[in-house]
């Protein structure tokens, strides 16, 4: 009787499960550019963009020096908040850079993307790239610059951030009680 109620209340419960559930991108794979600026994007981070039965997407300037991929949904909350700001001087030629270069897409039958060559370009992007599921993103990165970059973050030769307390800062976020700080290099 018991495992009975126990999965009668595993039943009722599902629903509110499955809402308290956000889909979020994480994970990262290397894909090599073909001869017409394609890429494979991973079939797990496909499915992470569909929205209403539809794979459409756009490419445009991420955080960093790296690209995004941001979903239809993500754009119109991004296009929202902007529009606000539109007018405001400090804003104009990131608005100008940003959207001029936000590219829409989707994938062919089997995964391809195929960059924008202005992109390829701007981001130093050869051969291969780095494909990295980021919360609500996907970031797209030069092969060389990703590996640069981690390396020199994971083996402390990037002088401007403490990884260490970069992680206790950002695990800190999670307690919403807390002030946020910087996780800027501090000097002893």
Known sequence: MKLFTTLIDIINNCGRWWEMDQFFFSGFSVSKLDGKNRFVLPQHMRYGL?????????????????????????????????????HIAQYQKFFTLFFSTLHKSSCDKIGRVTLPNHLKQVMNIKKELVIAGVLNKI?????????????????GKDKQIDLAKMTEDAFALLDLDEPQKSYARTED
């Open 50 to 86: 569909v929205e209403e039965g539809r794979l459409e997407f756009f490419i445009g300037l991420g955080l960093g020096g790296c690209l995004a991929i941001y979903k239809r949904g993500e754009i119109q909350k991004i296009v929202k908040k902007f529009h606000k700001k539109q």
């Open 139 to 155: 970031e797209l990165w030069s092969k060389e610059i990703y590996d640069k970059n981690l390396s020199n973050l994971l083996l």
